[in-house]
């Protein structure tokens, strides 16, 4: 609350900043996954933020109601695309440290959920592309 007290419309929590604490680390395959999926969506999407998936994210009324209000796809990519809309209409964004403890139960599975979501990400980059394209044309 602190960082929308200093002007932050977005604030999200990231495991990969400096002073991140990681009780419980997720075991080294899915952290190196996780890091070429980060740089997979930089390359995608040149967002100023390092860990778009962490989970924890607030928004100020104002920023909640113009991005998801766009807002389209419902899976992993969810988090690119909210993030992506902030950052197109102009939302200042804060991404701070988070005490974080991996849950050995998670339903992401690298297996099945990998290749579809990359397939999402391109998609969702070709569709804001060609709106953005449409956007610039038409004034």
């Known amino acids: 609350?602190?960082?929308?007290?200093?002007?932050?419309?977005?604030?999200?929590?990231?495991?990969?900043?400096?002073?991140?604490?990681?009780v419980i680390p997720q075991p080294f395959?899915?952290?190196?996954?996780?890091?070429?999926?980060r740089h997979f969506i930089q390359i995608l999407f040149q967002l100023p933020i390092i860990d778009t998936q962490?989970?924890?994210?607030?928004?100020?009324?104002n920023a909640a109601h113009e991005i998801f209000r766009r807002q389209k796809t419902l899976g992993f990519t969810f988090d690119v695309e909210i993030l992506y809309w902030g950052k197109i209409l102009g939302f200042k964004t804060v991404e701070l440290p988070v005490h974080w403890i991996n849950r050995l139960s998670s339903r992401v599975s690298l297996a099945r959920d990998l290749l579809p979501t990359i397939r999402e990400l391109v998609l969702l980059r070709i569709q804001f592309h060609k709106n953005l394209k449409g956007a610039n044309t038409e004034t």
């Open 54 to 61: 962490c989970g924890f994210k607030l928004f100020t009324r």
């Open 29 to 37: 395959h899915r952290r190196l996954v996780g890091k070429l999926f």
């Open 1 to 22: 609350l602190k960082a929308v007290d200093d002007g932050a419309e977005i604030v999200i929590a990231s495991r990969d900043l400096p002073k991140s604490v990681l």
